[in-house]
């Protein structure tokens, strides 16, 4: 008999109904003989209805009251999921974060997880009743609930089969898994059987939304299988998140992604010496301003260029600091590009094949496409272009590495 | 120094601009230099809403799980509550009925309280936090969450007050306090400056629906003195319910009140022999049904009739109960008659005062009322009537007491 957990977003358990094929589809699992642990989320809209209402109250709310407030979600979500199992005649009960025994360190709004102790939902599969755990939300050591921020009921989820030692862990979502490139742009886009830890990790922070970095790094760092599947259609095979295993070392590219929501700073004419850099990327990281790429240009009578790349949405806000640190650094100016994307290929074959780099920069150029920027890390190459080349882009190198649809 | 508790019912938290209103309520309290302990309840239409989601998942939903989900209701208005106290500059947290240490027993739904250890809310008023309790909640031993059932949180802020050793308890709902009758149908209704806990008590379960008899009871039984009053006006005097004192004693009742809903079942023709009644009775309390008065008629040839009130709701049901137990009772046969009504007069000053009872039976024989039924306690006396003599029976002994508005 293997643990699963199962976990259910907002879509999933956006209405009564939907409540009712969740129930159903958890009672079949608990049938096929398995123990299941099932994760939800508050239902689709209620947290922001939620968000709204102490938006009303106060322009900043204080976050303790925030989760309290927000932790109402994932209760009611849960209550109404086990009524609906016992309903179906599967024994079921719900548990809050904290009594699912989900500690978190004391940063309301965005806690991390510190410890989990799940004795409370062992006792109810040793009974045969399935958990149905609250996600996103834990408890400080002052017995105060946190939630867990962005994507927090998929780290609940996989945060939990690693403290129950689960054979898998399940995550229901809106589509059926991981796939080589966006659906939407590229129309032969593939869906991904499997993909490594490190592959879905680079794929979540290039945009991905099907699961958060932070998750991906929690199963690798406890090796949880993860598969990511659609709760909309009966028998998704969705993606197994995994160890690479000899199959998949054979593949080079897993996929490609485009990320637009891109803006490149460049300060001009700094002198080249030790600590330039530090000055400048400290002052904008005590912003807490996310810097992608960061290219420093070979130097010419003593002075370079430097470049970094910032969410678009930060970029005026990143090109204020650079501005300030400008006498500091003897720098000339500091200029703003909008306008760029940045294409990326993702595979843990990339380390053992070489021209994987060379190939992409030969199918970019063989459509007249510039590089404005690269970067690299062991699977993933990433270029900065113009904007308006980034669907092409992404169809190019996606025809490139041969990843669509087999006939 | 004074500790304060202050209890606002679903109306007065029921949107945005009346949590600001009751927020600036409070912290003007705070400011007046008093500890302030605030208990909230839902906000209106908030568990109707839930307790609707529950029912279209199941009709008989599991009551550990509609505890878990009613929950919610309560913490929403804590949050926002805490944050709009912070937005007005008053420090403030909220506490679940969890956090603030109100331990019940194991009955969901209806559950009672245990026991109440408020070390967190000390500590908040300590350091000059005003802590937000969630009310109608309680935690039972396993740690589920648990709701003490209508009229819980007018509980959960009595036993904070008793636990806390808190000067007094305010009730804000609204209404101004408690009346010498319905206003509705006694236009010269007066609001009572004072009742007893025990005038609280029958007023009450007579269906003033102010304060529940479980709250009076609390409030009596730890000495805690209640204030009633209206969270919709400024400076609402209220009504104060404590022990009675010399100046109460001289009133002889307090307050009038009507219930049509009222039925009387009959059984006629029983034998007049011990054990009888308590066989009908014993029937009837095993089906959870409510008997009101209880009259036997004088015995007759060995044989009487007995006569008992249930509330009309409940009057099919208790007939079919009384008829099943006809043939153990060798009784002829067992009526039904609605169109009844109960007028009773409440007051403290009856134990010391003669001829009340009489009094009320000459005011309404006077209106050519006929009495069909007569109870007494010590500071009650009912009258089973004709409904359709309700109202006036209400207005005739109103004016017969001198209860009404002094010119």
Chains 1, 2 share one sequence.
């Not at 925030?66 to 199992?85: H, K, N, P, Q």
């Not at 993606?239 to 637009?260: C, F, H, R, S, Y």
């Not at 005026?316 to 000339?332: C, G, N, P, R, V």
């Amino acid at each position: 008999m293997s643990v699963i957990v199962q976990k259910y977003g907002g879509t999933s358990v956006g209405s009564i109904e939907r409540i009712r094929a969740v129930a159903a589809r958890v009672y079949r699992a608990k049938q096929a003989g398995h123990d299941v642990v099932v994760v939800v989320s508050a239902m689709a809209g209620e947290t922001d209805r939620l968000l709204g209402l102490a938006h009303e109250v106060s322009a900043l709310p204080d976050t303790r009251e925030l989760d309290m407030l927000l932790a109402t979600g994932e209760m009611v979500s849960i209550a109404l999921l086990a009524i609906a199992l016992k309903e179906a005649g599967c024994e079921a009960a719900s548990f809050t974060g904290t009594q699912g025994g989900i500690v978190t360190d004391e940063v309301h709004s965005r806690a991390r997880i510190k410890q989990i102790t799940p004795t409370r939902l062992q006792h109810a599969l040793h009974r045969g009743i399935v958990p149905v755990v609250a996600g996103f939300q834990g408890m400080n050591e002052t017995q105060d609930f946190t939630t867990l921020g962005r994507g927090g009921s998929d780290l609940s989820a996989v945060a939990l089969a690693a403290a129950l030692q689960a054979d898998v862990c399940e995550i229901y979502t809106d589509v059926d898994g991981v796939y080589s490139a966006d659906p939407n742009i590229v129309p032969d886009a593939r869906r991904l059987a499997r993909v490594s830890y490190d592959e879905m990790l680079e794929l979540a922070r290039l945009g991905a939304k099907v699961l958060q970095a932070r998750s991906v790094l929690f199963a690798k760092k406890y090796e949880v299988p993860v598969v990511v599947k659609s709760s909309l259609v009966e028998n998704s095979e969705g993606t197994l998140i995994t160890n690479p295993d000899q199959d998949m070392e054979q593949v080079v590219v897993a996929g490609v992604a485009v990320d637009k929501n891109q803006a490149k700073i460049t300060l001009t004419r700094l002198p080249d010496r030790p600590g330039i850099a530090a000055k400048l990327f400290g002052e904008i990281a005590r912003a807490n301003l996310v810097v992608d790429m960061i290219i420093q240009n070979a130097s010419e009578g003593g002075l370079t260029d430097i470049s970094f790349t910032v969410p678009r949405t930060e970029a005026e806000q990143a090109l204020q600091f650079a501005q300030k640190t400008l006498s500091d650094l003897e720098a000339e100016e500091a200029t703003l590009q909008t306008g760029i994307a940045k294409v990326s290929i993702v595979g843990v074959g990339m380390q053992s094949h070489s021209g994987v780099a060379s190939r992409m920069f030969e199918a970019l150029a063989a459509e007249n496409i510039n590089i404005l920027m690269i970067s690299t890390s062991e699977i993933k190459v990433s270029c900065i272009i113009q904007d308006r080349y980034a669907e092409l882009a992404l169809r190019t190198l996606h025809d490139a590495f041969e990843l669509g649809e087999r006939p």
